[in-house]
């Protein structure tokens, strides 16, 4: 069984500075990881996932997250935020099917000028 | 991507009624389909996956005659809620993956708010 923690609730970041969202998981077995935004009312959107090879993996929109095995991490970062990052963040594991997915409980990122 | 359409956005219905909702695959065949509950400010939880043409595989603790799920088609899937209860008010949110295997990526609906009075 997996399980994913995110360790933020909520971040509150200035416009145009880095933002970093925690991710942990614990897995008995290897994994993919995944990183979703949720805007209000909507589903979900795929920012970027590991599969395998190079740890640092980035996505859409300017973001990028770096695999961590030994510290079974997978933080995802951007250099510089914008108003329209707002949003909620989802990181997620998969035992190997990209569709059953166990999801953390999610990282409300507020962006303000 | 590929785009999934899930309809209603929003269904207000009152107390011990049933009500569908539709997740459509509108650009791919989608052997699996997958539907997620969430409520206000928590995380997605994984309710049923369906297979086409077979019955749906419950997460525990979901009730499976309470959320039908129906997979007729490559698709098309529908859930039900029947006899709904203020406290199955969520977000129903589906997903389908392309018939192309477990490894392939699932998309995401846009979600449907249900809210039962």
């Known amino acids: 069984a997996q399980s994913v923690t995110q360790l933020d609730s909520q971040v509150p970041v200035f416009e145009e500075a880095p933002v970093e969202l925690r991710c942990n998981y614990s897995?008995?077995?290897?994994?993919?990881l995944f990183w979703y935004v949720q805007y209000p009312n909507q589903g979900l959107q795929l920012l970027l996932k590991?599969?395998?090879?190079?740890?640092l993996v980035k996505g859409i929109n300017g973001f990028e997250a770096e695999f961590n095995k030994s510290q079974t991490s997978f933080h995802l970062r951007k250099p510089s935020v914008h108003i329209s990052d707002t949003a909620e963040y989802f990181c997620?594991?998969?035992?190997?099917?990209?569709?059953?997915?166990?999801f953390g409980a999610g990282t409300q990122v507020v962006v303000t000028p | 991507g590929a785009v999934v359409s899930q309809h209603p956005s929003r269904v207000i219905c009152k107390s011990g009624t049933s009500v569908k909702i539709e997740c459509r695959s509108l650009?791919?065949?989608?052997?699996?389909m997958f539907w997620y509950r969430q409520f206000p400010k928590q995380s997605l939880m994984l309710m049923a996956t369906?297979?086409?043409?077979?019955?749906?595989?419950?997460e525990q603790g979901v009730e499976k005659d309470k959320f039908l799920i129906n997979h007729a088609s490559l698709t098309l899937s529908t859930l039900t809620v029947t006899s709904a209860h203020p406290e199955d008010s969520s977000f129903y949110i589906c997903?389908?993956?392309?018939?192309?295997?477990?490894?392939?990526?699932?998309?995401f609906g846009q979600g449907t708010r249900l809210t039962v009075v």
């Open positions: 997903s389908a993956r392309d018939k192309g295997g477990p490894n392939t990526e699932a998309f």
């Open positions: 897995s008995s077995v290897s994994v993919y």
């Open positions: 590991y599969l395998s090879g190079s740890t």
């Open positions: 997620a594991v998969s035992g190997g099917s990209w569709g059953k997915l166990q």
């Open positions: 650009d791919f065949q989608a052997t699996t």
């Open positions: 369906s297979n086409e043409g077979s019955k749906a595989t419950y």
